[in-house]
């Protein structure tokens, strides 16, 4: 499958999103959330709503291994009860330092399932490793300069900044970071959900090159996790 057809799949997953739908805020590994999932998917068949509930006072109770804790967490967060959903709010607000982001997820869980139950209707809830704020999700964004750019230099860089800051006024898009590395321009930005992408940045790299042709076509963009410098420099090294 080409990259066209993977964005247009991306896209057209996006459009048919109903208009209330929940993002995970929190910045948490995406290795993480796939074994909270797997982990819940596994676990909750089989306890009786009655005996979680016996149980919920165990997650402030020191006595109590952690691997247990992350079982009730998981239990409860499958409860359709308010009282689930506000045990799991307190202890998440003073949890455990090894479960902090798991009491994260279920409280994110626990909310959806709670919603769902009132409003009788599926919510749906998105969750990247960047996170995201409103209805807008964090990408990782990397500019990187043509070949004949050994470093931005201070013109370049803040042209980078100012068309970017634009482009994302635009489209309702907020710079949160940006910082340069040679001829690499690494921003942290929030986007809607339901953005033109690919649109976006073109007219970032359109712009900037009106004044020189100093960067790239292609970028780097990931909502899974921010990239070092050299994860950076070697995803570029693979793709040449």
């Known amino acids: 499958m080409d990259e066209d057809n993977i964005y247009k799949k991306i896209q057209d997953a996006i459009s048919s999103l109903p208009e209330n739908f929940s993002i995970l805020e929190e910045q ?8 909270y999932f797997n982990y819940g998917r596994d676990l909750k068949s089989g306890f009786p709503a009655e005996l979680i509930l016996q149980h919920q006072n165990d997650l402030f109770d020191s006595a109590i291994a952690l691997e247990e804790k992350k079982n009730l967490l998981v239990l409860l967060a499958s409860q359709e009860k308010v009282e689930a959903f506000r045990t799991i709010e307190k202890y ?36 990247t490793g ?12 990397v500019f990187i300069g043509n070949e004949n750019v050994e470093k931005y ?17 635009q489209s309702n898009g907020i710079l949160e970071e940006i910082s340069f590395k040679k001829d690499l321009a690494i921003a942290i930005l929030l986007l809607p959900v339901k953005s033109d992408i690919q649109g976006v940045f073109s007219s970032v790299i359109n712009e900037c090159n009106q004044y020189g042709d100093f960067v790239r076509p292609d970028i780097i963009i990931t909502n899974v996790k921010r990239m070092s410098v050299d994860e950076i420099r070697r995803f570029i090294n693979r793709e040449k």
């Open 153 to 169: 230099s201070t013109v370049q860089r803040k042209l980078i900044k100012t068309e970017l800051e634009y482009a994302l006024t």
């Open 28 to 35: 948490i590994d995406v290795e993480l959330q796939m074994e």
């Open 130 to 141: 960047l996170g995201g704020k409103d209805q807008k999700l964090r990408y990782f964004v």
């Open 92 to 127: 998440a607000q003073h949890p455990d330092p090894e479960l902090r982001e798991w009491s994260i997820l279920a409280l994110q869980e626990s909310r959806m399932v709670i919603q769902s139950s009132l409003m009788d209707e599926q919510q749906v809830y998105i969750s």
